[in-house]
């Protein structure tokens, strides 16, 4: 059993420059057996029907609901899609959803880092971009995108995975880590 802890490592009003930001730090990543999955959110069905169109072949048949009482959004309708081993399955998505609240989660590996005495991670590690909301949950909208990094929660790793994996990015900590998935 465990949990991630996340960590905002990227904000920008630029959609290609937070994509961006989430590509460099899978390039850092075993992304062998990447795990994506997209998800959108809208006030009205018709929305997300339109985005079904623009979709690639999802791993999982997609799944659209309406969000009940005691949710975020009660009476919106939110879009899912899985993919499991394929790569830049997001772009189409991202150029058709970039005015929703919408997010792209990469499940994927992290390496070991010898030199701070971690391990290779193959579970809680993932990169979330989130479109036009803060937090990993899209329930707080917000202007801008964000790049979020989970690592494992632990006080011994996480903390300094999640700066080691910012800083070979090219990126830093905008915030403390909070308890994730």
Known sequence: ?????????????????????????????????????LWADAPERPVLDGLLGILS???TPVTISQCGEGTARPGWW???????SKQGVEAPFLDAAGHLIAAVGWEVAWPE???LGLPRRDEYSEVQLMLNCAGIYRSQPAVGHRVYVHVKWSIAEGD???????EQAGLRMLGP?????
Not at 15 to 32: E, I, S, Y
Not at 78 to 84: D, G, Q
Not at 160 to 166: D, G, Q, T
Not at 177 to 181: A, L, N
């Open 1 to 37: 059993m465990g949990q991630t802890r996340y960590f905002p490592v990227f904000e920008s009003d630029d959609l290609g420059a937070a994509h961006d930001a989430a590509q460099r730090l899978l390039a850092l990543a075993d992304t062998g057996d990447v795990h994506t999955t």
């Open 57 to 59: 072949e999802p791993d």
């Open 78 to 84: 939110e879009l899912e899609a899985m993919y499991w």
């Open 113 to 115: 880092v010898p030199e």
């Open 160 to 166: 300094r995975r999640a700066e080691w994996l910012a």
């Open 177 to 181: 880590g909070e308890i994730g998935w």
